[in-house]
């Protein structure tokens, strides 16, 4: 693959891939060579929106935890 720069906080990927080819985009951490994965379609989302998805900070008392 060809990076090239990050805008919005996405990579931009200048070749090395095409329309068909499946990419990793969350769990990278658990997919181990040789192990089955569910797939399943996903859309990755400019850092804007991603953190306008995120709830609200907690509140004294209150813990949040967030899925990555």
């Not at 070749?15 to 181990?32: E, H, K, T, V």
């Not at 907690?58 to 967030?66: D, K």
């Amino acid at each position: 693959m060809v990076l090239g720069p990050v805008v919005d906080g996405l990579r931009i990927v200048r070749s090395g891939l095409n329309a068909r080819d499946r990419i990793i985009i969350g769990g990278a951490q658990a997919a181990m060579p040789g192990s089955s994965v569910q797939v399943r379609a996903g859309r990755i989302q400019p850092a804007q929106a991603a953190e306008a998805a995120l709830p609200a900070p907690a509140t004294s008392g209150e813990a949040t935890f967030a899925a990555r």
